[in-house]
């Protein structure tokens, strides 16, 4: 669908124990209107607002949404959920005229305004900016950094996106560490209430942010156990990854502008 505008609707709904929930639905109608496109799935709630065309993305409580952006095209917003597409005629009280399924809608939008503000509507959080980082390294407190030290590549070209919560009065980091859409984010508070992480210039292009304490659950993995696939476990098992408890991390920006506008904000949101 092309040229067309979004709203974002949530309503609150209760069942018969008396739960309520919150639904929330992204809207997509084409400008000519003949296209009215609702896409379902499940999420957290999100604060009402318009943007511009009319699909419907419907999302509860039962499962958080993060939008995704794409690495060099900030204006591709993309919805990876598990969603039932429904195309309704005019009349909005007819059934759908036709439905499909999928888990992966794209929203492309004119300016990064746009989807900025469609992201800030799904987040209920202002997204601030958004940065380009070439990878994300695991840093070792206090080993010496040498030629052959050990470093562990978290993320690789991924977009690290800085939110405010005003509620609580805090800025928050965001970046994707894994293909895992719902489980492979690590966020942490840059600015607020107790926080002691702190971002320092770490030479060239790289940002070293200290005092964090991310834990990454472990996770199973295959691994080779024979060479032999005709032994009685296929020659493979699952193994449960040890977790990973995060306490700093070094992150290579996509230019040293970039990098110095990071440090900028993190110095205003801590008041600096």
């Given at each position: ?223 080779t156990t024979s060479p032999n696939p005709s032994s009685p476990d296929g020659g493979s098992r699952s193994k449960k ?32």
């Amino acid at each position: 669908m092309k040229d067309c505008t979004i709203s974002i609707v949530t309503k609150m709904r209760s069942n018969s124990v008396g739960r309520i929930r919150h639904v929330t639905s992204v809207w997509a109608m084409s400008d000519d209107r003949t296209v009215r496109l609702q896409q379902q799935c499940g999420c957290q709630s999100s604060p009402t607002a318009n943007y511009g065309m009319l699909t419907v993305l419907t999302v509860d409580d039962d499962t958080e949404i993060i939008p995704y952006t794409v690495w060099g095209k900030t204006t591709s917003v993309v919805l990876r959920v598990p969603t039932e597409l429904r195309y309704h005629d005019i009349d909005l009280f007819d059934k759908p005229l036709s439905t499909a399924k999928t888990s992966w809608v794209n929203y492309h939008f004119r300016d990064d305004q746009g989807s900025m503000t469609f992201q800030s509507a799904l987040m209920w959080k202002r997204l601030l900016y958004s940065f380009r980082t070439r990878r994300t390294m695991l840093s070792h407190e206090g080993f010496v950094m040498s030629t052959f030290s050990f470093q562990e590549q978290l993320c690789g070209l991924e977009n690290l996106r800085l939110w405010r919560d005003d509620e609580a009065g805090s800025t928050i980091a965001m970046i994707q560490y894994s293909p895992r859409f719902h489980e492979g984010y690590f966020s942490f508070r840059l600015s607020g209430p107790g926080t002691i992480a702190k971002a320092v210039d770490d030479g060239e292009r790289w940002v070293k942010i200290k005092g964090l304490n991310i834990v990454i659950e472990p996770k199973c993995v295959s691994v080779t156990t024979s060479p032999n696939p005709s032994s009685p476990d296929g020659g493979s098992r699952s193994k449960k990854t040890e977790p990973k408890n995060i306490r700093a991390i070094r992150v290579d920006f996509s230019s040293s502008e970039e990098k110095y506008k990071f440090l900028e904000v993190c110095g205003r949101a801590k008041g600096g």
